[in-house]
C-alpha cells in the first residue's frame, strides 16, 4: 500500500468533508481516506497497481472540488 495527501480545495463544510472522503472510498484499491477541513487535504492509502494518484485527483475533482498536483 502507497499512502499519499493530496490537496483538496473548495471545501467548506463537513458535508464537503463527506462527500470527498465517499467519492475516495468508493475507487477500488482505496482502503482509507481521511480528509481534514482544517488541512485542505485527503490522505489516502491505496493500491497502486489497482487504481492511480491521477484517478484519485479525478474522482476529487468529479465531486466539484479542485485537486492540484503539488
Not at 26 to 34: D, F, R, T
Not at 56 to 62: Q, T, W
Amino acid at each position: 500500500m502507497d499512502e499519499v495527501t493530496i490537496k483538496v480545495e473548495g471545501m467548506s463544510c463537513g458535508g464537503c468533508v463527506k462527500n470527498v472522503t465517499g467519492v475516495l472510498k468508493a475507487l477500488s484499491g482505496v482502503a482509507e481516506a481521511q480528509v481534514s477541513l482544517e488541512n485542505a487535504s485527503a490522505t489516502v492509502r491505496y493500491d497502486p497497481a489497482i487504481v492511480s494518484l491521477e484517478a484519485l485527483r479525478a474522482a476529487v475533482e468529479n465531486a466539484g472540488f479542485d485537486a492540484p498536483a503539488s
